[in-house]
């Protein structure tokens, strides 16, 4: 999964900052980077640009790009946004560097199961010009029962949950780590590993579903706020 955790960055004309975590979604010839709406409060979609690969360091914008939101609920805030890239160059970049992974393996989140989120925390980049270069931090949570007290309204549980952030992750090389500040997390894939059948080949696509997306973590209380990947109104929008 290392692969499909994609590093987004803003460019400022000649710069360029780190923004957020995506992952491609395919849906047959189809690729859609799913990450966190709230990025395009301060990016137009047209800014995204991503590495070629997890190998390069060189950016390139995503082309011709269609914006598919969320159906918004009253006093429900769905932090989720899925981009279409129609340029067919970027496309095939995407299909040549990075793991795109099937829209079926999304699903609910097991109460009880280990959650793993991978994606690039801004303070582990480093940027010396055009040239940002880093690797993906993975980090083990679980999910909280219940909706904290000082939780940032509006809260939905059937759309929200929350997750214990720890103090130490997994680097790339399987290396423990000190968690550092994790904003740039925002829109990576919380994974979840599943039991498959009795005599069934095991593969990433069997054994894992993609059960959330970050979308905001508060340090000083450990915790981030994730939306489920499976809500009725997230569903309600793919049909469209």
């Not at 429900?76 to 899925?82: L, Q, S």
């Not at 973590?217 to 569903?235: T, Y």
Request: charge should be negative; glycine fraction near 8%.
């Amino acid at each position: 999964m290392y692969r499909a955790a994609v590093p987004l960055f803003r460019t400022i004309g000649e710069d360029a900052d780190h923004l957020a975590t995506g992952t491609f979604v395919a849906i047959g010839e189809k690729r859609i980077l799913l990450t966190a709406r709230h990025i395009l409060d301060d990016c137009e979609p047209d800014q995204i640009a991503i590495a070629l690969s997890p190998e390069g360091s060189g950016l390139r914008t995503l082309g011709n790009l269609l914006v598919h939101r969320p159906l918004d609920l009253p006093d429900t805030d769905i932090d989720i946004v899925g981009i279409e890239i129609q340029d067919r160059q970027t496309i095939d970049i995407v299909k040549a560097g990075w793991r795109a992974i099937d829209i079926v393996i999304g699903g609910e989140a097991d109460p009880c199961g280990e959650l793993m989120l991978i994606g690039f925390p801004s303070a582990t980049l480093d940027k010396k010009g055009m040239r940002i270069t880093g690797r993906p931090t993975r980090i083990i949570s679980a999910l909280m029962h219940d909706i904290p007290f000082d939780a940032t309204p509006p809260a939905e549980p059937t759309l929200d949950m929350f997750l214990q952030l720890p103090r130490e992750a997994i680097d790339q090389a399987g290396a423990i780590i000190d968690i550092l500040p994790i904003g740039g997390m925002s829109g990576c894939a919380i994974w979840q590993l599943r039991e498959t059948g009795v005599g069934e080949l095991w593969s990433p696509d069997r054994a894992l579903r993609l059960v959330g997306v970050p979308s905001s973590s508060e340090n000083a209380a450990e915790l981030f706020c994730a939306n489920r990947a499976v809500h009725p109104a997230l569903r309600a929008q793919s049909r469209h």
